[in-house]
């Protein structure tokens, strides 16, 4: 016999099942504690990683192409383990023991590269004003840099998305989970917005030191707001087994049948069984779905199946519809999840290339304060913040008035994709006239006579994209996704941002190998061409995006929630 779910504590250890009394938990008195946590870990978390480029060139020797690179590959790092805290969570220990385990981890890694701020043996000499001999960081150095590094981008790639998967699991509501998502990305770029300015500013004019050991502070702050929340948390359906396993056994099941002629009868097929109270009663019975036909074989029921508990002698032969109905979920959602992953390569390679671009700009603001060249992104999050803001509380309150609907997860995403193209042609634009100005000048100096706020429109543009873009894709996934796997469905995001960091960097080291366009110095190369060629990508990223969002079919979200309530009225 299948077996059957149960409702557990997301804050109990062993996954107990609970008394009804406590299964009434979660809503909107335990969203402070999960959006206090969230903006707390990641203050810190943009605190060190958003100035890193800067801490590796000042403090480490290295040259500005070869820091970006260890930025994009450690960010690409930080987002490919969000995908294994959701296969811990959602198959072993739950959202609660990863994301308060993945913060300490964290911690120490932000203790660690303070450490490497404060003392002098941790890192190479600095170099000397005006010469042009500096002494490479030795092995020993990079050990304990990367192992801080590795520390730090574990722990907040097992928090960031995995708050998100239990914040949602807090509310029944589509509508809810969607106001839900607003406001953990509002948290989220709110958050970095002071790390980029405040902390970034202490970083680079004050003290190393001090700016993370502010950063550490603010992680202990955000794991504590978070285990203070622990009772007011709600239970969430888990399975006794993993999910990805069952995933697994379609596919084995699936093949081993693959001669047996398939059926149009219901009958024919396995639906699981329920046991509620002393009565075991079967499933609905529908027909698997056309789509993959072959996989329906999995479900298929031959002579030698049709014994009693048939699926739990032998799993890897029998699977219920169900299942197979999720794998194939999984795999219809796959042509969305590469148009994402084809989205965030232009905006990594912008976000780093930005950086490169402030550090041969004018920072100066008045006579006294200078702009940190790592806090230009604050452009982008800023206006990410104040398009989620003006989304949810003018944007959707309008449209249910006017035409009665709202923006559907794929329409906000569209908008995004659209928004990105605008920005990466920007951002050619105005690298043209910095290099024009450069060139007029012919100057030796570390900056051209033109202000870093030239950059801010292009980020800006990214940063409203974003703001549809990123919410959409969440919520997307999280509708879509099969119930037993919603800690990974937000963690898919975090999948193609990892990736994206590693195809940027590929993408620019193609860039360095087959053309000029890319130097140590980027006075001397062309990086409006490099903005050029991603913009056309991103276009026709863009054109291949359409195409998959009108073949694509939403399932029944509002029969998903009748049989969420429906289950939480059997327990």
């Known amino acids: 016999m299948e077996k059957s779910a149960q409702f557990v504590d997301e804050a109990a250890p062993n996954h ?117 001999e500096c002494k490479n960081a030795s092995t020993f150095h990079l050990t304990i840099l990367y192992a801080a590094l590795a520390l730090a981008y574990l722990g907040n790639g097992g928090t960031r998305f995995t708050i998100g998967s239990m914040g949602a699991n807090q509310f029944y509501k589509p509508n809810h989970q969607a106001i839900f998502f607003n406001w ?82 219901d009958e024919d097929y396995c639906h699981g069984m329920i046991k509620q109270d002393n009565d075991v009663t079967r499933t609905d019975l529908t027909n698997p779905s056309k789509f993959l036909r072959f996989l329906n074989r999995a479900a298929l029921m031959t002579e030698e199946d049709k014994q009693p508990d048939r699926v739990a002698a032998e799993p890897w032969r029998l699977c219920t519809v169900q299942q197979v109905e999720d ?34 700009m004018d920072r100066q603001l008045g006579s006294n304060f200078k702009i940190p060249a790592g806090s230009v992104m604050v452009f982008t999050l800023i206006s990410t913040c104040i398009t989620i803001t003006f989304t949810d509380r003018v944007l959707s309150p309008l449209l249910n008035r006017c035409i009665r609907t709202s923006l559907t997860p794929l329409q906000r995403v569209g908008i995004g994709h659209v928004l ?68 990974t469905s937000t963690a898919m995001v975090a999948v193609f941002m990892g990736a994206a960091f590693y195809l940027g960097n590929g993408v620019m080291d193609l860039v360095q190998r087959v053309t000029g366009w890319l130097p140590e110095n980027i006075d001397n190369g062309r990086l409006d061409n490099v903005f050029w060629v991603i913009c056309v990508l991103g276009a026709l990223n863009f054109v291949y995006y359409l195409v998959c969002a009108s073949l694509y079919k939403y399932k029944n979200v509002d029969q998903e929630l009748n049989d969420s309530i429906d289950k939480i009225d059997r327990n």
């Open 184 to 265: 953990y990305t509002f948290a989220l770029y709110t958050s970095n917005v002071i790390g980029s300015t405040v902390l970034l500013y202490i970083e680079d004019n004050v003290s190393w030191v001090l700016g993370f050991a502010i950063c550490a502070a603010f992680n202990i702050l955000g794991l504590a707001i978070f285990l203070s929340g622990r009772r007011f948390y709600r239970h969430i359906e888990t399975q006794q087994e993993s999910p990805f396993m069952s995933l697994a056994r379609v596919v084995a099941a699936a093949i081993r049948k693959y001669k047996e002629p398939l059926s149009l009868e």
């Open 16 to 132: 107990h099942v609970q008394s009804s009394s406590t299964i009434n938990n979660g809503g909107w008195i335990s969203f402070p504690f999960i959006i206090g946590s969230m903006a707390g870990l990641s203050l810190a978390a943009a605190g060190w990683n958003n100035n890193l480029i800067v801490y590796l060139i000042q403090e480490f020797n290295m040259n500005s192409v070869s820091a970006a690179k260890v930025y994009n590959m450690a960010n690409g790092c930080s987002t490919i383990f969000p995908i294994l805290s959701a296969v811990v969570a959602d198959s072993f220990l739950g959202c609660f023991s990863v994301i308060w385990i993945s913060s300490f981890i964290s911690l120490l890694g932000v203790l660690l590269l303070t450490f490497t701020a404060a003392n002098d043996t941790l890192r190479p000499p600095k170099c000397l004003d005006g010469s042009n």
């Open 327 to 360: 794998l194939k979920i999984l795999i219809k959602l796959i042509p969305i999840w590469t148009t994402g992953l084809l989205l965030c390569t232009p905006l990594v390679i912008q976000a780093s290339l930005a950086i490169l671009q402030a550090l041969k």
């Open 420 to 487: 990105t193209v605008l920005s990466m042609a920007l951002s050619a634009l105005v690298e043209s006239k910095r290099i024009k100005l450069d060139k007029s000048f012919h100057q030796n100096s570390v900056a051209v006579p033109m202000s870093v706020f030239w950059l801010a429109p292009q980020l800006a543009i990214s940063g409203i994209g974003l703001a549809f873009h990123s919410p959409g894709y969440v919520g997307f996934y999280y509708q879509e996704f099969p119930g037993s796997l919603k800690s």
